[in-house]
């Protein structure tokens, strides 16, 4: 067999494999929606979460965590969420009456359907399973707990219209382990994403 | 034993080969999930509807699921109510990413249980309750419902996910009946799959 033969037969390979996989690459809500204006407020209410023992029940920690997107202004606040009304607002002592069992954290997002296809996203609060142990970059070490930081740098990525990646690594990933702090730091797809969108 | 294997091997077959889209869940032993329900139904979901709850914050969808097989131990009525959060009103949607959806006139098999305040059922462990029923060589299959609240719905990623749908791996619902029997008397299937999805 010469080289252009095996050349040829790789070439097609790598086409075939390439193909038959669906393309790796960050998702948008869909519809596609996101907020009107940027920097995109996001709070933290102040009554943190039980679990976390670094001083503040991982408010601080999360204030900070989620401006990884960049495009977040990000801050404490006295305030519970207001369902239905902006800005959004993560909770971190409660599941909401949605996030319970084998739920970690839920995002519950709202919008009004439009006919332009480019939707505008209302409100959008975050909601955290009391039942969990989790854990924050505030904290020395981890045993069996998840990562607060992490989670909810991703639930921020639902707030902000983006949907799950198929990339290993991304932080819109959809799987984490405990004690995995990855999703701390976005990844190249993550960008993609939020550029798309904002 | 043998069969137990290969139940498990299928059952892992049917949850990894479509594209996972949950949110942030841990990931739940089947025999768990099974335990814990309060009803496993063989049924298809009728009619569907939204409404605001009592403090005007939170959509629920509701929907009637006609009953026509009850798995393991458990019986109930021809009818069962189920609620997930998530619908629209007057134009307003409310999504739980990551969440089930619930679509009229999709056959299904459920694993329920009841909401904290008791009145009505959702879908236990969340996407890992809810099968879809598919008809194949002459017999009905189960397999892993590769849409949930916040997913593509249309365009490519809906081609690829339907697709996806049609090649995916089945499990046998009488195999299927067997492991919630066994899970319900405490005979373990598998282990789980790792941490979360």
Partial sequence: MNRNRILSIAIITIILVASAEPA??????????????????????????STITDGSGGVNAVVSAIRVWGIISSSSTSSAAVRGSAPATIMLNTNGGLCSGNCLAATLTGYYVTQAGDDRIYDADVYTNTAIQFYSSGEPGCSGEYDINGIMAHEVGHVIGIGHSNVSGATMYPSVSACNTANRTLATDDFNAVNDLY | MVRRTLSLVTLMLVLSALP???????????DRVAREANLVVRGTIGETWSAWDDAHEVIFTYATV????????????????????????????????????????????????????GADYRIHAFNQ????????????????????????????????????????????????ARMVDDARVGVGHDRGRNQQQ
């Fill in chain 2, 66 to 117: 006609r009953v026509n097989r009850y798995f393991g131990e458990t019986t109930g009525p021809d009818t069962v109510i189920i609620r997930e959060v998530g619908g629209t009103v007057d134009g307003y949607t409310q999504e739980a990413i990551g969440f089930p959806v619930i679509r009229r006139g999709e056959n299904v098999v459920l694993m329920l249980s009841r909401w904290e305040d």
């Fill in chain 1, 24 to 49: 790796l690459a960050y998702v948008l809500l869909s519809p596609r929606r996101r907020w009107a204006t940027t920097p995109i407020s996001v709070r933290t209410y102040n009554v943190g979460n």
């Fill in chain 2, 129 to 176: 309750g809810k099968y879809l029923v598919r008809q194949r060589d002459g017999g009905e299959v189960l397999i892993a419902d590769p849409f949930q609240q916040g997913d593509e719905r249309m365009g490519r990623e809906r081609g690829v996910r339907t697709q996806a749908l049609d090649e995916a791996p089945g499990l046998g619902i009488e195999e299927f």
């Fill in chain 2, 20 to 30: 996972v889209a949950a949110s942030q869940f841990i990931d739940m032993p089947f």
